[in-house]
């Protein structure tokens, strides 16, 4: 009987200890504001310009935090499609940590030929409203062509990659001007805490 209660406690502490290093790394997490996702919305969109860079040259260096078995992949992928996952449990994805750092907006620079438009909000400019006071929730579609409260957008085709997790028709959804790009906007969702660079269709 002893033997069974012995092996009932140290099945249990077994079950237990993997939940505890979870919520101690969580609390970790948290407390440096690296969170990504679970409804964290940003209090303002990403810095333009000078500012940015600045804010980009005194951060610490992400290759230290990037775990081996990642900074090999993110090597092999280039300077314009470098990776995103800077912290280990982080998506390889543009993502918002939940101090409102904007992880990869500089990895899109201001002269990108991706984003030139020959006529930039060719088909009106988006109103609904920008910002944490104005969450929208996905009422269908896909990468090419999604809506909320009548508004349609396209999804660049350089970051479809990164919706592929995405709830065409559920996922909360906060939009944010792009700075550096005219006419493109920053579909954030707060799911997942991942962006995307969007066009609105009308």
């Not at 092999?76 to 499609?81: L, S």
């Not at 996922?171 to 660079?197: F, K, S």
């Amino acid at each position: 009987m002893k033997a069974l209660t012995g092996f009932a406690f140290a099945l249990s502490l077994t079950l237990l200890m993997p939940a505890h290093a979870q919520e101690r790394g969580r609390g970790r997490e948290e407390e440096h504001g690296n969170r990504v996702g679970g409804g964290y919305i940003p209090p303002r969109g990403p810095q333009a310009g000078r500012e940015n860079r600045q804010q980009q040259q005194s951060a610490p260096s992400r290759e230290q935090q990037i775990p081996q078995r990642d900074r090999q992949a993110h090597e092999r992928e280039g300077n314009n499609q470098r990776g995103f996952r800077d912290m280990e449990g982080h998506p390889n994805a543009p993502h918002v940590h939940s101090d409102g750092e904007w992880v990869g907006h500089e990895n899109y620079p201001r002269d990108d030929r991706r984003f030139h438009l020959d006529h930039p909000y060719e088909h009106g400019r988006f109103t609904l409203g920008f910002g944490p006071s104005h969450v929208f929730h996905l009422q269908g579609g896909n990468r090419e062509r999604f809506w909320f409260n009548g508004a349609y957008f396209q999804v660049a085709p350089f970051d479809f990659a990164y919706v592929e997790d995405w709830l065409w028709n559920s996922d909360p959804i906060v939009m944010y001007d792009d700075p550096e790009h005219p006419g493109w906007y920053l579909a954030y969702n707060a799911r997942t805490g991942t962006y995307v660079h969007v066009l609105y269709l009308g």
